[in-house]
DNA sequence: CGCCGCATTGACGTTCGTCAAGTCTAGTGG
DNA sequence: CCACTAGACTTGACGAACGTCAATGCGGCG
């Protein structure tokens, strides 16, 4: 499909790594530095394919700034007031939304080329927390340009409208996850799409690096940690993975599928 | 906020019907009749607010023709080609999507003002169904024309926006409610969701009748059937609520916002 | 009037959560 | 360089919540 540039290459020593090692200088306005998309290597995947070159340079007006975020760190908060949708360039992020009485709830584990921040859009702020994971740098895209140029690009009209449908169904798989699902069935779902969108970028279709908790995956799965910890624990006695703190590799990707969508026979 | 000008009246002895009776006269093309949003009453609801003269009038052209679904048929089914975003103008649907190994879950009830069919866009079609749980009749709004009048009339384009970003937020309380929540808190929101949601379209704060079986709140919720019903009663006992099969009469609200968010102390 | 789908209720089993103890690892500072 | 510590992870025992299975009740529709 398309040419992963930066990573791939020897796997097996270097693990699956989505950080670039964080430039040394430092930048003088605070966490801001000015770039363009044209010539971005992820700009396939935040980004609409076949543009011309006249188009192509206006894209470039939609990222106003860089901006780092160190792990640990939001990027943005529930309340905030909503300006700007995030192209992550490098680094993990988890977004998590809170009730009144304090649970809080993991609704997507984002890397390089998603796009956050699209809860924003209804009411001018923020529902979710984003919090980087990894020492991460996200392109800023002012919302008012994305509106404002996909007047006249259609394709970054229909790009965006693409990018918030597929959060829409992506949702839908996590709803069909969580309502319908147990335990094992959740983690190899959890595992396996993490894998392929690590895959898609470059990386190991079998080897992983978990950016996130226990805790963080199971909030995510509707699960306490031990029970994340007891399945992990199940899967490696199976035979199914190896799990060694957060390095995880999957010997076999056929009996994970299978857990999440068990073949009655043939 | 807004007048409701159909239901509203008489509540008690009329239930919250938001099916208009249907009109007799049979349609010559299957299910299609031509209208426009001008002077529809539900305009408010699916369409943005403070248009000019001028901008209404295009805005007519979105709808390209009214589509009557019969209670149980599908207004479109996962897989299907997408073509347009539906604007529910009467009646009452589930959408939901399903496992390869046959398990479903329902995502989502949709009644009259709301959007769907936004699922379709990222791939071209659908990955859920949309089926009627009553007899009800949609707006059918081809996508490609909403895309061409959202470049031109900048208050749709940023309705569209708003209408993705609101069923992304939705979602986001759904993972909320199946990741962390417990029986008796799920339902209650799921009562205080829906109440609120017809209260907006001038149907009553305390009484309600659900379209759907105990088997597809559960699916919602991620509960079985029995559990559904049990909790009902459970409310019963509690004098919370009053149930006689679908019809649902809520006699202590407080009490169902206190399940869904206990409060600990003050 | 009778049938069928939906709903309720009870008894029992399974899965996962809770609580608690103990282990491992990365990072820190001496 | 190594010991120490805090946080993350693992594992076990037990219990609660919910699912499963089955019997029965109810109401709407033909």
Do not use: W
Request: proline letters at 4%.
């Amino acid at each position: 499909m398309f040419e992963p540039s930066t990573p791939s290459g020897k796997p097996g020593e270097a693990h699956a790594h989505i950080a670039i090692t964080p430039v040394p200088t430092a930048p003088l306005s605070p966490h801001t530095i000015k770039v363009a998309c044209s010539n971005c290597n992820l700009r396939e995947l935040c980004m609409p394919l076949g543009l011309s070159p006249s188009e192509l340079e206006k894209i470039d007006d939609v990222v106003a700034s860089r901006r780092k975020v160190k792990r640990g760190s939001t990027l943005f908060r529930n309340g905030e007031r909503f300006t700007s949708l995030y192209a992550i360039r490098t680094g993990f992020f988890k977004t998590c939304v809170a009730s009144e009485d304090g649970r809080d709830q993991v609704t997507g584990f984002q890397m390089a080329g998603e796009v956050i921040g699209l809860d924003g859009i209804v009411n001018d702020h923020h529902t979710c927390d984003a919090v980087a994971l990894e020492d991460a740098e996200v392109c800023v895209m002012p919302f008012e340009r994305i509106e404002e140029l996909s007047r006249e690009v259609n394709a970054l009209q229909r790009h965006v409208h693409k990018i918030m449908s597929r959060e829409i169904v992506r949702e839908n798989g996590v709803m069909l996850l969580l309502g319908s699902m147990r335990a094992e069935e959740r983690l190899a779902a959890f595992l396996l799409n993490l894998v392929q969108r690590l895959h898609a970028r470059g990386f190991s279709q079998s080897e992983l690096v978990l950016r996130m908790t226990r805790e963080e995956i199971g909030s995510y799965l509707g699960l306490k940690l031990e029970t994340v910890s007891r399945t992990f624990s199940k899967f490696v006695e199976d035979g199914i993975v190896e799990v060694k703190q957060r390095h995880v590799r999957i010997l076999n990707t056929d009996a994970l599928k299978d857990i999440v969508n068990p073949k009655v026979c043939n």
